[in-house]
């Protein structure tokens, strides 16, 4: 399951991806920090719809990845509480050329973050607060609630 409760694994992804022609093996791993916004951050929480994200994000490496036979990818993200420092998400890619690795990579995660159902609260000294979420009983003039 690439939706998961437990550490990452950098060397997992690496392991997923790596084959003899593979010239290029690219990695992104999203940590979280202790600010966004402006606000201090100490701790993170994500929840999923875990079927669903796991059905994208096999459909979403399948699209990327019928770009090039050659082309191998691999992607985690955790969910739970995370802690700063801790790794939220993984994605690697592997290619016989970096450009095709990096852009594939750098395509994936940008798949992730606009389509798997995972939504992220974020908690420091005001309180805990969900990013991205808007109250559907205000207008666009009124802008986010927290």
């Known amino acids: 399951m690439r939706i998961r409760n437990d550490a990452l694994s950098l ?10 022609g593979a010239g290029a093996v690219t990695t992104f791993v999203g ?5 966004n916004d402006g ?5 993170l929480e994500y929840e999923a719809y875990d079927t669903m994200a796991e059905l994208e994000l ?7 990845g019928s770009s090039s036979p050659e082309l191998r990818l691999f992607a985690a993200h955790r969910v739970g509480a995370l802690r700063v420092g801790d790794a ?12 095709e690795a990096f852009q594939a990579c750098r395509q994936l995660i940008d798949a992730i973050k606009a389509r798997l159902p995972i939504w992220k609260r974020e908690h420091g000294p005001e309180g805990p607060y969900w ?11 009124h802008g986010r609630r927290q």
Request: charged share 30%; with cysteine; glycine share 6%.
């Open 31 to 35: 940590v979280v920090r202790d600010h």
């Open 39 to 43: 606000r201090a951050v100490t701790l």
């Open 88 to 99: 939220a998400v993984i994605c690697a890619a592997s290619a016989p050329h970096r450009d």
């Open 11 to 20: 060397d997992e992804a690496v392991g997923a991806v790596s084959h003899a």
């Open 131 to 141: 990013v991205g979420w808007e109250d559907a009983r205000c207008g666009h003039e």
């Open 58 to 64: 096999a459909r979403l490496l399948d699209e990327i």
